[in-house]
């Protein structure tokens, strides 16, 4: 199976899945309060973990597909890169820099 396929199939399991637990939930809530404590909650169990059902499948589906995304397009590192780059320049040449560090010293040397 082609890889794209395959990440599809895993989003909508997960969505299928919050709801299918959230339904399978519901019932076994509705049953368990109508036959040991004797009262009937029968449509308000199932419709509550119905809708807690189809939010714990959406967000898993999300997360899932932010972790493909981060998996597909890495972060650069561009920043980094630019940074090192500076500095090292800056110690081959022998620059101190200019006084940014001292006034950032100072300022954080105020607060705790």
Not at 6 to 32: E, K, Q, R, S, Y
Not at 76 to 93: C, F, M, Q, R
């Amino acid at each position: 199976m082609n890889s794209k396929y395959v990440l599809a199939l895993t989003v909508g399991l997960n969505i299928v899945g919050g709801i299918i637990a959230g339904v399978l939930v519901g019932l076994g809530f509705d049953w368990a309060t109508e036959n040991w404590f004797g009262t009937k909650t029968r449509p308000w169990g199932l419709m509550f973990f119905f809708l807690i059902g189809i939010i714990a499948g959406f967000k898993n589906a999300y997360e899932d597909l932010k972790r493909i995304e981060r998996k597909l397009n890495p972060p650069e590192e561009k920043g980094k890169k630019d940074t090192e780059d500076v500095l090292k320049d800056a110690k081959e040449s022998g620059r101190k820099g200019g006084s940014g560090g001292e006034e950032l010293k100072r300022e954080n040397s105020g607060k705790t």
